[in-house]
């Protein structure tokens, strides 16, 4: 029995590691994400990371190569820059949510049309999608937390200011702030968390980790610090119960993941539910 | 009573190493990266090894989802029997390092690179990714020559003799009695395919090479424009003016390879779509390697006889 826990350990240590410690910024953005309504503005910007690794690959660099990560996050700026620039101040007939869903269907039909030209193309574009979370590495992980501390200090650093954006453009500009300036800041430090977490847990894992854990908490909670600690507490929930399935039922771990989440806020959406039945009663 | 008992017992225990009736060492655990090389260590290991597949049969060995238990089979592997040549190049580093297992790490007795004494096809002279599937050291689908198989197979008694030498001399008997099946059959597969020498076939993947050449058929186009590169229209068109010129009369796919891609050809040309596989277990009835040839050898044979 403690043998099969050390095998188990030993596979799952550094997946798990991943999955604690890195989901909570994802959390922190999707939490801005929800609030400026552009839900799908990180699944755009995963699919353009994806795009920038694929123009990698045609170049001829491996997956893993550093070159690959460069050349990715190149590209998920300027798809950075795209949604900070089309964000306009006045109410247009072409709502940014347009923009966001065309990014990300001529940014998938670029990866596909690239990787007809990559050997083992198909099989590049699951791995892009699914990632390998089972298989990252303690270096992967630790360069990721450095990163993301530092991030994570950036965002904190600057919070009022990203707050105001998020939830009051109109206010922000009011008051002189360089709305365009800051919406750059905060994607371009966006994209930079996309790029390096879609290349170990691929592009659903990241959506998964950005969206549903926050919204959950936007059911939950009113205040920024407590949606973002009851998002935590849920992203790691879901990570526990996806990697454990993972393992027992031997199935893909960032798939399981992904349905674990699925799972939490239907169960989230549940509660929410009855305690505004018993509210009202 | 008891005490007698126990002391008959303590001595058939103790004098039971030395005598004619040795009891068998543990079983080895073997893992093949793939069933073809799965199924040769069965019949080299026999009952002295546990043989387990990473791959499923109908999976592309050049790429395989990476799954907790594929990690743990390897924990506890005794032994590895990998490809090489880069055929598993995409999948099988990372579970290695995950799995952190001496016994099978490179140049240990317990890890079998099955292309070590290959000679290979198609090794290129130029490395360019945008080339295809850049194999650096030639084609890696090269069990699917007999005689290559007999190869490998000489190579899995070796290392599992070095992993566990008490049965070295059943591995050394394992192996001989296969040599002798393949030889036998070789000669009947020949035979069956003597009539269709020089004859022009079709497949998806460069991943007949070896058979080709070992029994005289000749590829003439693969579906894919580069190995691994996704058929694009205009090579389509090309296939199919190369199968119309050269009255090519099958097309072969295997199980994970796009068939739709096949029968489009196939319709456009009249051929036939052979559905065949590299891999035992891909097709009812083939769990040894001499059944996979046979059901290769027979299906090939019922699709070129049209041919003449």
Not at chain 1, 18 to 31: N, W
Not at chain 1, 41 to 64: I, K, R
Request: proline share 5%; glycine share 8%; with cysteine.
């Amino acid at each position: 029995m403690s043998a099969d826990f050390a095998v188990a350990w030993q596979v799952m240590k550094w997946p798990l590691v991943a999955c604690l410690i890195l989901p909570p910024l994802l959390v922190y953005l999707g939490l801005h994400v929800v609030k400026r309504e552009v839900i799908f503005v990180d699944l755009a910007l995963a699919q353009v990371a994806a795009l920038g690794t694929c123009l990698a690959l045609l170049f001829g660099f491996q997956f893993g190569d550093r070159n690959t990560f460069w050349i990715s996050l190149g590209v998920t700026f300027l798809g950075a820059g795209l949604f900070s620039w089309t964000r306009s101040r006045h109410r247009s007939h072409v709502p940014q949510e347009a923009i966001i869903g065309i990014t990300f269907v001529v940014a998938a039909a670029g990866v596909i049309l690239m990787l007809s030209r990559v050997a083992g193309g198909k099989e590049e574009l699951e791995h892009l999608l699914t990632g390998d979370i089972l298989n990252v590495t303690a270096a992967e992980v630790g360069e990721r937390a450095a990163v993301f501390a530092v991030l994570a200090g950036f965002y904190a650093t600057f919070h009022k200011r990203f707050a105001q954006i998020s939830s009051d453009p109109d206010g922000a500009f009011a008051t002189g702030l360089s709305v365009r300036l800051w919406d750059f800041l905060f994607y371009a430090a966006f994209a930079l968390v996309v790029v390096s977490f879609v290349r170990v847990a691929g592009v659903l894992l990241t959506f998964a980790y950005l969206i549903v854990p926050a919204v959950c908490a936007v059911i939950l909670a009113e205040r920024w610090l407590s949606r973002l600690l009851v998002g935590g507490a849920l992203a790691a929930t879901a990570s526990l119960i996806g990697l454990f399935a993972s393992y027992q039922l031997d199935l893909p771990t960032g798939a399981a993941i992904v349905c674990a989440c699925g799972l939490l806020l239907v169960l989230v959406g549940l509660f929410a539910g009855f305690r505004g039945r018993a509210a009202a009663a | 009573m008891k005490t007698i008992a126990l002391i008959t017992f303590a001595a058939a225990a103790l004098t039971a190493p030395l005598g004619t009736s040795t009891p068998p060492p543990a079983r080895l655990s073997v893992v093949a990266t793939t069933p073809d090389l799965a199924a040769l260590a069965k019949e080299i290991g026999g009952d002295a090894v546990d043989v387990k597949a990473l791959a499923k049969p109908t999976e592309d060995p050049h790429f395989v989802d990476a799954k907790p238990s594929h990690i743990v089979t390897l924990n506890r592997a005794d032994v590895l029997i990998e490809g090489g040549a880069e055929l598993e190049l995409g999948w099988l580093p990372p579970l290695l390092e995950s799995a952190r297992n001496s016994r099978i790490s490179a140049g240990a007795p317990g890890r079998v690179v099955a292309s070590k004494g290959i000679k290979m096809l198609e090794v290129p002279t130029t490395f360019d990714r945008s080339k295809g599937d850049v194999h650096a050291l030639g084609n890696p689908h090269f069990l699917i020559d007999p005689l290559n198989a007999k190869i490998v197979a000489a190579d899995i008694a070796e290392h599992l003799s070095q992993v566990q030498p008490q049965s070295a001399d059943a591995f050394k008997a394992n192996l001989q009695r296969f040599n002798t099946a393949i030889d036998a059959k070789l000669a009947e597969w020949e035979k069956q395919l003597t009539p269709y020498h020089g004859a022009k076939i079709v497949t998806y993947h460069k991943d007949f090479g070896y058979f080709a050449e070992r029994f005289g058929l000749e590829i003439a186009e693969t579906l894919e424009p580069k190995p691994g590169i996704a058929p694009s229209p205009s090579h389509l068109a090309q296939v199919i003016s190369t199968m119309r010129n050269d009255k090519v009369r099958v097309v072969l796919v295997q199980p994970y390879q796009n068939r739709k891609t096949a029968e489009t050809v196939a319709r456009q040309t009249g051929a036939a779509v052979l559905d065949v596989s590299q891999q035992p277990g891909a097709i009812p009835g083939t769990t040894t390697y001499a059944d996979l040839m046979d059901h290769l050898v027979r299906t090939l044979v019922s699709g070129l006889q049209g041919d003449k």
